[in-house]
């Protein structure tokens, strides 16, 4: 299983940015599959997440309105398209393969990609 990130950089506030996590080695379209971000000196917090084939979606409150996640089966691709960004968003984001069925809590998760760095500042 390998997850590839990229996509990450150095944005004002208010502006965009599309996460791209480049999945193989498994099954893509079989797995639900989620976005966590940690930022510097704290825990994981997870992020979005999205079924396998139906595409319903999950976001955290700190998010929901200004993130969208997607993904596209035939190109084994998860993305994270992150709008009006806030200085609070500054982290690491990984993306995760999922477990379980994702639900409005997330997913268990069990293969993490090496995350791409996502700073919002002046």
């Known amino acids: 299983v390998q997850l590839v990130e990229s996509g990450g950089g150095m944005v004002q506030p208010g502006g965009s940015l599309r996460l791209s996590c480049a999945a193989s080695?498994?099954?893509?379209?079989?797995?639900?599959m989620s976005w966590v971000r940690q930022a510097p000196g704290k825990g994981p917090e997870w992020v979005s997440a999205i079924n396998a084939v139906a595409g319903r979606t999950y976001y955290a409150d700190s998010v929901k309105g200004r993130f969208t996640i997607s993904r596209d089966n035939a190109k084994n691709t998860l993305y994270l398209q992150m709008n009006s960004l806030k200085p609070e968003d500054t982290a690491l984001y990984y993306c995760?393969?999922?477990?379980?069925?994702?639900?409005?809590?997330?997913?268990?998760?069990?293969?993490w990609g090496q995350g791409t760095q996502v700073t919002v500042s002046r």
């Open positions: 080695g498994f099954t893509f379209s079989s797995y639900g």
């Open positions: 995760a393969r999922c477990t379980t069925i994702p639900t409005v809590r997330g997913c268990r998760r069990d293969y």
